[in-house]
Nanobody, 114 residues
């Protein structure tokens, strides 16, 4: 069974950092481009960052220079390091695998207080 399990969210003050993890199973993880999305209350889910199968990184403008994705293929895990967090980063964060575009985990909630 293909599965994505996100973890690492929590409550943090503005300016703080968090590292999210997403453990994948049931897929050939090393061959999948992975992505992080987020959904804030009352808003649509939006792309945050992508990391290709060979490690190339893309971050959207709103998080560029603050967030960075990474991956450990030996652990079938993708990470999102989030620094200099802002209240507007508050959202549920999800990971996604390129080969399974409709597969979503339960997400992990990040709350940034001002």
């Amino acid at each position: 069974q293909v599965q994505l399990v996100e973890s690492g969210g929590g409550l943090v003050q503005a300016g703080g950092s968090l590292r999210l993890s997403c453990a994948a199973s049931g897929m050939i993880f090393s061959m999948n481009h992975m992505a992080w999305y987020r959904q804030a209350p009352g808003k649509q889910r939006e792309l945050v960052a992508r990391i290709s199968a060979n490690g190339n990184l893309i971050s959207v403008d709103s998080v560029k220079g603050r967030f960075a994705a990474s991956r450990d293929n030996a652990k079938n895990t993708v990470y999102l390091q989030m620094n200099s967090l802002k209240p507007e980063d508050t959202a549920v964060y999800y990971c996604n695998a390129h080969s399974y575009p409709n597969l979503w985990g339960q997400g992990t909630l990040v709350t940034v207080s001002s």
